[in-house]
């Protein structure tokens, strides 16, 4: 059973940059497919990120040109760098695994049969 943990949450001043990582375990991440979520307070959970099992990666417009995914299936890891933090980025973020993707199409939560705990993300000044 895959198991997926989050880490690297914390808090930041505007400008500032966190790299959060998707640790797997209980199986390897090279088939799975791995999307980057975040739900701030009285908000609905959104599609920040996306890399295939392949490494396609795609990223929602709110971090388009400022955060970058990528993956290390040696480590089974999936990270999430994500520099000039706003305050509007303050969330916790989920990462979360699909088998078998091999592209990225959309963010819907539902496409996604594992979730971690998520870790939080406070950005302010």
């Known amino acids: 059973q895959l198991q997926l943990v989050e880490s690297g949450g914390g808090s930041v001043q505007p400008g500032g940059s966190l790299r959060l990582s998707c640790a797997a375990s209980?199986?390897?991440?090279?088939?799975?497919?791995i999307g980057w979520f975040r739900q701030a307070p009285g908000k609905e959970r959104e599609g920040v990120s996306c890399?295939?099992?392949?490494?396609?990666?795609d990223y929602a417009e709110s971090a388009r040109g400022r955060f970058t995914v990528s993956r290390d299936n040696a480590k089974d890891t999936v990270y999430l760098e994500m520099n000039s933090l706003k305050p509007d980025d303050t969330a916790v973020y989920y990462c979360?695994?699909?088998?078998?993707?091999?592209?990225?199409?959309?963010?819907?939560?539902?496409?996604?049969?594992?979730w971690g705990q998520g870790t939080q993300v406070t950005v302010s000044s």
């Open positions: 979360a695994a699909s088998y078998g993707y091999y592209y990225c199409s959309g963010y819907n939560p539902s496409d996604y049969g594992y």
């Open positions: 209980g199986a390897t991440l090279d088939d799975y497919r």
């Open positions: 890399i295939s099992a392949v490494g396609t990666m």
